[in-house]
């Protein structure tokens, strides 16, 4: 039998029990639960993955969490049995669930290959893009594109299924819904005061900020003060990353109408390499850049960086007020390379198969001509 959901009309609301029934029937039945995450792990995706791996324990059922980030980089509470998604061995897993992705544009060809083993795929997700659908077996989607992390959408799950759960997995949750707002600019985190500081934008939706303050209240101050500092990893940078930050300001180009600004780090950047190229922390400083450029000047709707990570050229983009869906077309149809790209309405990313400079220059002035001619 195929089950196959795709929601996308929920900002975070409760899961219907029937379906939240469905998801939690299907993992039952699995001996052997595989929690794979997407490609450059984040901290919204691993504590996901965390809080699914205790509510699959109290049915004494045998899963590991795969990630593709280095551990040490990772803001989690607990880092058992969590293995990297390259040392993957040639085996055929019984259940799969992805968390935080349900596109393949979002993780590796040798991941995907491994998920297409499986007999059975659930994912749990709240991204826009290609499905797995197209390239799975019996699967089951529950796909809410306007929830604020994965990690809400997993708290609507136990909340539907009545499960305790969700107590001994606030803080993962918790940690989750925190850091991807934080992204988003939704929430700000003061890693030195230890505080966290809701936007009036978030406040205004109910859903999400019920779910904020619902599992708030299941955590201490000190709790609250923890997760504030790893969020904000940019309280803690060293000398040369202060630099590097303050020396993107001094690269900022626009298109001819300032609504997109922009920010090309080489392939080969010495700079770049010597911090130790895409990892939490220049992740950190590149995602706070590109916000602070959408504050910097009312006129731009668009903010953008070039990057190289893990021997491909990446695009990370951050949008105010428009949407960026019709560029995320726009551009599969337009550009000439092999790439991928998508995400959310207001933040997205992609990644081109190679890092020869001149190749990722052209890609580089494809992507920013793309967004001039689908943003008003």
Same mark, same amino acid.
């Given at each position: 039998?195929?089950?196959?959901?795709?929601?996308?009309?929920?900002?975070?609301?409760?899961?219907?029990?029937?379906?939240?029934?469905?998801?939690?029937?299907?993992?039952?039945?699995?001996?052997?639960?595989?929690?794979?995450?997407?490609?450059?792990?984040?901290?919204?995706?691993?504590?996901?993955?965390?809080?699914?791996?205790?509510?699959?324990?109290?049915?004494?059922?045998?899963?590991?969490?795969?990630?593709?980030?280095?551990?040490?980089?990772?803001?989690?509470?607990?880092?058992?049995?969590?293995?990297?998604?390259?040392?993957?061995?040639?085996?055929?897993?019984?259940?799969?669930?992805?968390?935080?992705?349900?596109?393949?544009?979002?993780?590796?060809?040798?991941?995907?290959?491994?998920?297409?083993?499986?007999?059975?795929?659930?994912?749990?997700?709240?991204?826009?893009?290609?499905?797995?659908?197209?390239?799975?077996?019996?699967?089951?989607?529950?796909?809410? %594109? $306007? /929830?604020?992390?994965?990690?809400?959408?997993?708290?609507? #799950?136990?909340?539907?299924? =009545?499960? @305790?759960?969700?107590?001994?997995?606030?803080?993962?949750?918790?940690?989750?819904?925190?850091?991807?707002?934080?992204?988003?600019?939704?929430?700000?985190?003061?890693?030195?005061?230890?505080?966290?500081?809701?936007?009036?934008?978030?406040?205004?939706?109910?859903?999400?900020?019920?779910?904020?303050?619902?599992?708030?209240?299941?955590?201490?101050?000190?709790?609250?003060?923890?997760?504030?500092?790893?969020?904000?990893?940019?309280?803690?940078?060293?000398?040369?990353?202060?630099?590097?930050?303050?020396?993107?300001?001094?690269?900022?180009?626009?298109?001819?109408?300032?609504?997109?600004?922009?920010?090309?780090?080489?392939?080969?950047?010495?700079?770049?390499?010597?911090?130790?190229?895409?990892?939490?922390? %220049? $992740? /950190?400083?590149?995602?706070?850049?590109?916000?602070?450029? #959408?504050?910097?000047?009312? =006129?731009? @709707?668009?903010?953008?960086?070039?990057?190289?990570?893990?021997?491909?050229?990446?695009?990370?983009?951050?949008?105010?007020?428009?949407?960026?869906?019709?560029?995320?077309?726009?551009?599969?149809?337009?550009?000439?390379?092999?790439?991928?790209?998508?995400?959310?309405?207001?933040?997205?990313?992609?990644?081109?198969?190679?890092?020869?400079?001149?190749?990722?220059?052209?890609?580089?002035?494809?992507?920013?001509?793309?967004?001039?001619?689908?943003?008003?």
């Amino acid at each position: 039998m195929k089950i196959n959901y795709s929601l996308t009309s929920f900002k975070a609301k409760k899961i219907p029990k029937l379906k939240a029934k469905q998801i939690d029937e299907l993992l039952k039945k699995s001996p052997k639960v595989d929690i794979i995450c997407h490609e450059s792990t984040d901290s919204d995706a691993a504590n996901s993955a965390l809080a699914m791996k205790e509510y699959l324990k109290q049915f004494n059922i045998s899963s590991r969490i795969i990630i593709s980030q280095n551990l040490q980089n990772l803001p989690l509470r607990k880092k058992d049995n969590i293995i990297q998604a390259q040392d993957l061995k040639d085996e055929t897993p019984d259940t799969i669930l992805c968390v935080d992705f349900s596109s393949k544009e979002r993780i590796s060809p040798k991941t995907l290959s491994y998920i297409k083993k499986a007999k059975q795929v659930i994912c749990l997700d709240h991204h826009k893009g290609e499905n797995l659908q197209k390239d799975v077996g019996q699967n089951f989607f529950y796909i809410d %594109t $306007s /929830a604020k992390s994965a990690t809400s959408i997993i708290y609507r #799950l136990f909340e539907a299924l =009545n499960k @305790k759960t969700i107590k001994k997995t606030a803080y993962d949750l918790f940690l989750g819904l925190i850091s991807d707002c934080n992204k988003r600019g939704l929430i700000s985190c003061d890693g030195t005061k230890g505080t966290i500081t809701p936007s009036k934008e978030f406040e205004k939706d109910k859903d999400a900020f019920e779910i904020y303050n619902k599992l708030k209240r299941f955590l201490s101050i000190k709790e609250i003060s923890e997760i504030a500092k790893m969020v904000d990893i940019t309280s803690t940078l060293t000398p040369k990353e202060e630099k590097f930050r303050d020396s993107l300001y001094k690269k900022i180009k626009y298109s001819k109408n300032k609504k997109i600004a922009y920010v090309e780090i080489p392939p080969d950047d010495k700079i770049w390499q010597s911090l130790g190229g895409d990892n939490t922390k %220049t $992740s /950190a400083i590149l995602n706070k850049f590109r916000q602070n450029i #959408l504050k910097l000047n009312p =006129n731009t @709707k668009v903010a953008v960086t070039f990057y190289e990570a893990k021997n491909l050229y990446r695009v990370s983009l951050h949008a105010k007020g428009i949407s960026l869906d019709e560029f995320y077309n726009y551009a599969q149809k337009n550009i000439p390379y092999n790439f991928s790209i998508g995400g959310h309405s207001d933040r997205g990313g992609g990644k081109l198969d190679s890092t020869e400079p001149e190749t990722c220059k052209k890609w580089t002035e494809d992507i920013i001509k793309c967004l001039f001619l689908t943003i008003d």
